[in-house]
């Protein structure tokens, strides 16, 4: 492993650790992906605990990782920290040939204050990540005043353009109270964002890469290996040649994307135009059979079925793979309303 410190910003004291694969193994690899890691510390501080020995692990998976020291104390002052991470995704970016870096598939990871950062780069950055790793970030209003007053809030700013997340926290902390995680949960379930969520029995604040695993949730530290395979289904496959395809979409449905697809959902297409209807009637008049026959009191059916992408629903009709495949062909045809 090779690591060098680079200075962004000398009067802020802020600094870029490279830290880079430099052995034979993998050596066909044209591109890899990245990571940049945010520690935390309350503004006040950057916590060591959660710098380079957080990225060591990443090295091993294949990545190339970053550690961002970013304004914390007297330089605290927002937006100095965005600014930072802006200026530190640029910076990788720009030198994305020297890394060898594949530029659409740069991670960043933060924790607790870190996460707050991580989480507004996710969500309003210039820069915006390929995937977010927030760990017991601070993320809704209450927690993000404590860390700084009249900070940005993470969860008030997701949106369509939002990045797959990877949350994870423990249900005690007290520190970064669990209804960050949650709020930031159904933030993304709103804006339609591929997520996963890891919420320990117990674990409390800080706890990093999981070492001490003596006064911790024993699975706490596994929250690690799940976000390696999560970013290989969000990126796909190192492979020789490239990456494999991605085992999971960015988004849970087709709805905000600039074309219509089978991706999409009921509910999306039967908005749009005559064409549609004309297009889909069968798929259609399978889900008015299905709310007609299941529908009850105490279930909202149209709703639930208007919920399902049309791939699921032509699924369900038993429709071929080939059938499904020309459907999606033609709507992507159709302009979008």
């Not at 104390?73 to 991470?85: A, F, I, R």
């Not at 949730?217 to 020789?240: A, T």
Request: with cysteine.
């Amino acid at each position: 492993m090779k690591y060098e410190e680079i200075i962004l910003n000398e009067s802020r004291d802020v600094k870029l650790t490279v830290c880079l694969r430099t052995e034979n193994e993998g050596a066909s690899l044209k591109r890899r992906p990245a990571i940049l890691i945010l520690p935390g510390g309350g503004y006040t501080f950057l916590s060591e605990g959660e710098a380079e020995v957080v990225a060591t692990p990443y090295l091993e998976a294949g990545y190339q990782a970053f550690v961002l020291r970013y304004s914390v104390g007297q330089h605290q002052t927002w937006p100095n920290p965005l600014e930072d991470y802006d200026q530190a995704m640029e910076f990788i970016k720009s030198n994305s040939e020297k890394w060898q870096i594949q530029t659409d598939k740069i991670a960043v990871l933060g924790f607790s204050a870190g996460g707050h950062l991580a989480g507004c780069a996710a969500t309003m950055a210039k820069h915006r990540p390929n995937a977010a790793i927030l760990g017991y970030a601070a993320l809704n209003q209450t927690t993000a005043n404590i860390c700084q007053p009249v900070i940005p809030a993470p969860v008030d700013f997701v949106d369509e353009k939002t990045c797959p997340c990877f949350l994870f926290s423990a249900r005690d902390d007290l520190m970064v109270p669990i209804e960050n995680t949650l709020a930031f949960e159904n933030a993304l379930v709103d804006n339609g964002i591929m997520f996963e969520t890891h919420i320990y029995a117990y674990g409390g604040h800080g706890f990093s890469i999981g070492e001490d695993a003596s006064e911790i949730c024993s699975r706490v530290p596994n929250w690690l290996k799940d976000s390696i395979g999560w970013l290989e289904d969000m990126f796909g496959v190192m492979q020789d040649d490239g990456f494999s395809e991605p085992a999971c979409p960015p988004k849970m449905n087709g709805d905000a994307d600039d074309v219509l697809s089978v991706d999409c959902t009921i509910g999306h297409l039967r908005n749009q135009s005559d064409r549609i209807e004309e297009l889909l009637k069968e798929a259609f008049l399978k889900v008015d059979e299905i709310v007609a026959t299941r529908g009850g009191i105490d279930i909202d059916m149209k709703d639930i079925v208007t919920r399902l992408q049309l791939k699921d629903l032509l699924r369900l009709m038993e429709k071929s793979d080939e059938t499904v495949k020309q459907i999606d062909e033609e709507l992507r045809k159709i302009t979008k309303i």
